[in-house]
């Protein structure tokens, strides 16, 4: 095999020197016979003749030579190319078609795939990542840090297990304080992964010396690089974080962004250090489930064995504190999104828009297969005439397939630089400027191995249609028939099978466009339980900045007062969190009159701490009793509002003012107000019971202040950063903007489907169009002459018409209706990602058959035009 | 002129291998050596050597080099490779036993069956 490569190289590099010892070679030996015959006494003209004739065919051993160097495929194929570049460039028009549409394809394909490649196909960058597993309970995710010990401990098939929790902290190295992603990481997490610091050292086990006494930080290579200037000394230097003192002990690789693909986390923290972070010690508490856990098999162990072996251990656990913890299975999961919790979605999102992508290229390839076979059909009269002085019909197969791959590897270099482009725009797009890190889309090998593979497979199915035709194509019968093929009447041409499922691919996406255009529309239009426009908001942690109750809550009425001041502002309000911000939580509460605390008995609930005047700057209507008053405070009896949701959850009506609810732990509450019902943390989720409390009564240091005013609303926002930061200078301010743009995370689903179905269906419509333009026009262009017979024979034009159009009409329904069906299936899958898409909505399966129609319509106008235009007696007279 | 035997299909490469085993030689030298060893008992068709030699340099089993001949020419000389020596010594051994067996199965007499 070596060997063959190097002769082949040699071949290929030192191509004129091996051709002139060949010859050498060959000569040498005719001189040397001729030397011996002449030596026995022939005379040198003769024993010249001799020696040739006993050589034998000179040319003929040459090339098997060659041949048997594996250099005449190389030289055929050198030929190819000349001859394929010739002719392409013989046809500007139709490469360049050809080169865009597959471009345009395979670009779509590659990026795509770079996105699957970067969420689903990726390893995470650490040592052996195919032996780490996400340790994922079945009712949460996480897991409490007690729960985390004893699985630890106890478990046979593990060989070393790290938790982390993913924390906003403040930093501050001398000048005001930044809020950053951190994650809390029990200190044999870095050993586990065994990945090596690009500067100074990992904190580890040994560092270990109890709660709260290893305070180190580890920072992330882009911190590093970003807030400290990639200064080396920065390893040593002490940083406040929430206010403790750390030591920096190292800097993180470039390439490792913690273990979860959306969070990258900007420093790494001991868990230990918990206690300083959170304000709450909850190392030791078992019911507080805050930590995820990830782990390493030991050798010879599998996934399975271990699942068991920590569904086990959790079954113990449950019958030994009965209280916290419940009886669960645990399962291994794929480490990066946070088990199958986060993965299962985005693996399903990934794999459907693949599934688009590659339907776009098959569309390409159809596309390409029918201007090819085009070609074909119209050079049929070349081939019949080199088959007929002796090309083999396997050279003549090479060569329309080796254009096809070359159009294809031309189409592919240029999608690859488009991949690359998207790409490159993909990885810096933010759904949210307080997107924790960042979202890499690397163009890799895969990519580009992808790419390549897309682009020979492209080219070779593009091909094979019409290489089967040219094979087929018999040369008496192409040279007779003046280049048209008889066919049968009932035969389906290829042309008109691949013009048929162009059509059929493009009603699925325009209709799944539609589908999903129209529920963003509609999502759009229906009630979020707020109203977004005209409202801005600025977050601020007072925990973070020291602050403690009293003081806060101080600070959180000032803050509100001074924007309250703001000219324009209507309304203003704070809250610990607003529907749709992506940072909901939830509790669980009960009827009034409940005996029987079970879960089964509970409503979960997503409830909000508001202060007065929130439903009024929210945009939410109160549909029944009163606001809260800056009388509802921790001395004042309990209240609450409720959505219509919840009234009708806990009383049976929606007049629920007055009655009473408990909540689980303990407290019962009145019903002060019903508010309308809104979406709280994704716009695809089904009715949702909402709660909302006083902010008065609780303290919470996390504070969403909303502002309504007349003012466009950046110009809001931004006053109202100012209004905050007059009060305290050093607060770090986060999440400023309009309402809008806090909740934008929310609609990342519907618009990524929207766009990505929006892009793909353009590319196919436009696909489909060429496609139907091109066959129509080739089918008038064949029959010029049939239609002048017609024409002299009397026919009108709306026969003329029907002639042409009539099966084009025919392949068009019919695609489009295969299409519509399976826009039917697809939009089930559909209406999990887009809020409200359905397909059971007639007018969609107009819009769409219409689209098409339309499509079809136009891009037949063109070549119906120029046959009714046939004079039949010029047409008559050509040939 | 004495009897000559057509080449079985295969051998060709066999005989080439056994005339460059015994030194390195030029495609002429191959030749005149393969008529030497097998007593002019083969007709070969002399251009046929050559796309036989190129078949065997691709395969790794000759290497080449150019040297300067007996007569003070330019000529390419072949030797055989370590790979070249092994498929010499299993084909010489498959070839034994061919010929062997044939030879007992062609020497049997009535009666011996």
Known sequence: MLATLRTLWKALVHRNRWERDLADELRFHLECRVDDLVRQGMPRAEALRQARLEFGAAVSYGEQCRQAHGLRWLEELRQDLRYVSRTLRRSPGFTAAAVISLALGIGANSTVFSVVNALVLRPLAVERPDNLYFVEPQIRTNHSIPDYRDLRDRNRTLAGMAAYAIRVMSLERGAGAERVWGYLASSNYFDLLGIHPALGRFFRAADDRGRGANPYAVLSYNCWRGRFGGDPQAVGKTVHIDGFPYTVVGVAPRAFHGTELFYWPDIWVPLTMEPRIDAHDLLDARDSHIAWVIGRLKPGATRQQAAADLSAISMELAREYPKEDEPQKIALARPGLVGNAVRGPVDAFAGGVMVLAWLVLLAVCANLASLLAARAADRSREFAIRLSIGAGRGRILRQLLTESVVLGVLGGAAGCALACLLADLLSRWRPTPDFPGGFEIPVDWRVFLFSVAASLAAGILAGLGPARQAWKSDPNQALKGGGTARRGPHALPLRDLLVGVQVAICAALVACCFVSVRGLSRAISTSLGLQPRGAAAVSFDLDMAGYTGDRGREFQRQALAAVSQIPGVKAAAYADAVPLDGDDSGITVFRAGTTDFRPRNSIAVTVYDVSPGYFGAAGTRLMAGRDFTWHDDAGAPQVAIVNRRLARLLTGSENAVGARFRYDGGGEAEIVGVAEDGKYASLTEGPTAALFRPGLETYNGTTVLVGRSSLPEPVLASEMSQAVAALDPHLPLYRVGSLREMQRLAWVPSRAAVIALGAFGMLALTLAVTGIYGLSAYSVSRRVREIGIRVALGALPRQVLACVLRRLAWLVVAGSCAGLAVAWLASRVLAHIVYQASSHDPLILVAAALTLAAAGLGASLGPARRALRIDSASALRQE | ?113
Do not use: C
């Open chain 2, 1 to 113: 002129m004495e009897p000559t035997a057509e080449l079985l299909p295969g051998t060709l490469d066999l005989l080439i291998l056994k005339a460059v085993s015994l030194g390195a030689q030029h495609g002429y030298g191959v030749l005149l050596r393969i008529g030497q060893i097998s007593g002019g008992g083969f007709r070969i068709d002399q251009g046929a050597l050559y796309p036989a030699l190129y078949r065997l340099e691709r395969q790794g089993l000759l290497g080449t080099a150019w040297g300067v001949s007996e007569n003070n020419r330019r000529a390419k000389y072949y030797r055989l490779t370590a790979a070249g020596r092994k498929r010499l010594r299993s084909e010489t051994d498959g070839w034994q036993r061919l010929t062997a067996a044939m030879a007992a199965a062609l020497a049997a007499r009535p009666g011996e069956a």
